[in-house]
């Protein structure tokens, strides 16, 4: 972690150097970068952390997983597309006991990422009460997914309910449309980026898994990184200083005083020294005089 940390670090240090050199040294000419050259600076900074903050997340997945709730109307093809899921990795899939009566789970391996798949057949029977009990559990369970998959049946025209589920999941931010059914046809109103899907030939469905997880899993982390932060206070302190430095970014966008931008620099250096030792001002200092012409 200190080793991948390090070369950000630096840079982040070198930045500080560079305005504490303008701040501390204005009479020996120290010309200070414009502050599009801060920004290009500091962003590259961020965009490391960020990727490995990222990392976290995925260290997680691989532990613990994610959910995935399939919504549909009855008779769409919910279960089918449900088993067609599960069938990659029939060996490790297993039973979770102790789900709620209504809704059937089971969990499978996505690039090995397992993946609880929660099928809601609550919503069964419900189409003129929709607010039954069935739709209510299915819309829990959706609640408490990390990622939702809608399928419609793509050989026939939209329904009510079908556009019911479509407005109350558009605004999550985390859903997936799959039109299934493909092998009938496909009528033309399906939504933009629904994923034709064949529950029966299995057409598609490589690419739903594909899909469900590019969606799951952040996109800068992988498995071949070399290796991923696991630990929650890791994790933590890599935000803060995320936070301190997107408040430095703001603060040179507002054209604010450098000394106002050196608070939230300082701020998020410490985050990183709370994970790889502290930086004394000897370093900062060492930094400003080897890179500036400047007696001590
Ligand atoms: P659910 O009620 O949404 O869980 O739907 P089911 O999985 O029980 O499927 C309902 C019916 O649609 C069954 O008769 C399935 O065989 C059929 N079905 C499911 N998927 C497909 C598909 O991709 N193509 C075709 N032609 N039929 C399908």
Redesign the pocket.
Known sequence: MSRRLAPLKSQLVELIALLEAGIDFAEDDVSVAPDDALLARLDPIAQGLDALASTFRFGRLVHSGFSLAIL????????????RLLEQDRAIVTEIPGTTRDLVSETASIHGIPVKLV?T?GI?DTQDRVESIGVRKSYEALADSDLTLV?LDA?APLERLDHDLLDRTAQLGNRLVAA?????GTCPELPAGALP?????GGGVPELRQAVYDAAVPRHASSEDSGFITSLRHERLLRESLEALSRARAAISARLPHEMLLLDLYSGLRSLDAITGATTVDDILDRIFSTFCIGK
């Not at 299934?180 to 009938?184: E, I, S, T, Y």
Request: hydrophobic share 35%.
């Open positions: 549909g109307r009855p008779n769409v093809g919910k279960s089918s597309l449900f088993n099928d057949a069964r399928v050989s299934n059914k493909c092998d009938l899907v064949s529950a029966l030939t």
